[in-house]
């Protein structure tokens, strides 16, 4: 209990554990929450937000963590300690939800406390709702609508800087180009329907299939590609059967007669984009004019 009392003091009146900066906070509330909006409008990066909110807030209350929680996922501060008991608030614009913020406190909550967050959070949700419009924006500048994966535009940038990285710090990669033999006619004679399915099972077998250091790119139509982390022609190899392995094993594919074509090659510390993008391209052409369904180094 001395170290708590370090961090604390306990406000008899109410039974509250304050920090001790909280009679502070009270006497300059107003000019405070005012400088609380004004640092919340310097970025739109949703875990910025919240250590920026969080450096606020523990004027006011002690919380071990604090996390927000949306359609787009968890954003968190970082360190941020979950194990302590949650406090959760659903955070609302004109009935628009948010998402949920939730404290990590040793202690409970009054009705008090409970108020005065209340009144921070209305500092909070404009420019949280700012910021997860600019990231959702943003994932879709970025990914494959229909299967989540990254898109080309992604593919370009990275390639990149895999290369650059390659030069100056002699990480080498590889580059995997894979398509869908037999999809053009899955279309023609089911429909588009049953062509995203097919695209979308194929997105999970390659996620399945690739290490978390790899990265996975949809081109458009039944165009993919894999950035994988490692100089090896076996790596490669091992992957691309793994994932001929999947599609065959998959009902899906199975039942309208799917496989998959693929090429690969090694980058070298010479390469520009094209070049690299070419030679895997070719490996890919050698594997189609194999009889496809099968994979080919160039």
Same mark, same amino acid.
């Given at each position: 209990?001395?170290?708590?009392?370090?961090?604390?003091?306990?406000?008899?009146?109410?039974?509250?554990?304050?920090?001790?900066?909280?009679?502070?906070?009270?006497?300059?509330?107003?000019? /405070?929450?005012?400088?609380? &909006?004004?640092? =919340?409008?310097?970025?739109?990066?949703?875990?910025?937000? $919240? +250590?920026?909110?969080? @450096?606020?807030?523990?004027?006011?209350?002690?919380?071990?963590?604090?996390?927000?929680?949306?359609?787009?996922?968890?954003?968190?501060?970082?360190?941020?300690?979950?194990?302590?008991?949650?406090?959760?608030?659903?955070?609302?614009?004109?009935?628009?939800?948010?998402?949920?913020?939730?404290?990590?406190?040793?202690?409970?909550?009054?009705?008090?406390?409970?108020?005065?967050?209340?009144?921070?959070?209305?500092?909070?949700?404009?420019?949280?709702?700012?910021?997860?419009?600019?990231?959702?924006?943003?994932?879709? /500048?970025?990914?494959?609508? &229909?299967?989540? =994966?990254?898109?080309?535009?992604?593919?370009?940038?990275? $390639? +990149?800087?895999?290369? @650059?990285?390659?030069?100056?710090?002699?990480?080498?990669?590889?580059?995997?180009?894979?398509?869908?033999?037999?999809?053009?006619?899955?279309?023609?004679?089911?429909?588009?329907?049953?062509?995203?399915?097919?695209?979308?099972?194929?997105?999970?077998?390659?996620?399945?299939?690739?290490?978390?250091?790899?990265?996975?790119?949809?081109?458009?139509?039944?165009?993919?590609?894999?950035?994988?982390?490692?100089?090896?022609?076996?790596?490669?190899?091992?992957?691309?059967?793994?994932?001929?392995?999947?599609?065959?094993?998959?009902?899906?594919?199975?039942?309208?007669?799917?496989?998959?074509?693929?090429?690969?090659?090694?980058?070298?510390?010479?390469?520009? @984009?094209?070049?690299?993008?070419?030679?895997?391209?070719?490996?890919?052409?050698?594997?189609?004019?194999?009889?496809?369904?099968?994979?080919?180094?160039?």
């Amino acid at each position: 209990m001395e170290n708590v009392h370090i961090l604390t003091q306990r406000i008899s009146a109410r039974g509250e554990f304050l920090p001790f900066s909280a009679e502070h906070y009270r006497n300059n509330e107003p000019a /405070a929450i005012h400088s609380l &909006l004004e640092k =919340l409008q310097t970025t739109l990066n949703i875990e910025e937000l $919240l +250590t920026i909110y969080a @450096e606020h807030a523990k004027q006011l209350i002690n919380f071990s963590g604090l996390q927000f929680q949306s359609s787009l996922g968890v954003a968190q501060i970082a360190n941020s300690d979950n194990s302590k008991p949650p406090y959760s608030f659903n955070l609302d614009i004109n009935n628009e939800h948010l998402g949920q913020l939730i404290y990590f406190c040793q202690y409970p909550l009054s009705g008090n406390i409970e108020q005065k967050l209340v009144g921070l959070h209305c500092a909070l949700v404009y420019p949280l709702r700012n910021a997860l419009m600019y990231s959702r924006v943003l994932k879709l /500048a970025t990914k494959d609508t &229909l299967t989540g =994966l990254n898109n080309r535009s992604q593919f370009d940038a990275i $390639l +990149t800087q895999k290369l @650059e990285r390659f030069r100056r710090h002699h990480r080498p990669f590889s580059l995997m180009l894979l398509d869908l033999d037999n999809f053009k006619q899955v279309n023609d004679s089911y429909g588009h329907k049953i062509g995203d399915d097919v695209l979308q099972e194929f997105a999970n077998v390659l996620c399945s299939s690739i290490r978390g250091t790899d990265s996975v790119f949809r081109f458009g139509g039944d165009e993919f590609a894999v950035l994988i982390d490692d100089p090896e022609f076996t790596t490669n190899k091992v992957i691309a059967q793994r994932v001929m392995q999947l599609v065959a094993q998959s009902s899906l594919m199975k039942q309208y007669e799917v496989t998959t074509s693929i090429g690969f090659t090694l980058a070298n510390s010479k390469d520009c @984009e094209n070049e690299i993008f070419a030679r895997a391209d070719k490996g890919l052409y050698k594997a189609k004019a194999s009889g496809r369904n099968c994979a080919k180094a160039y």
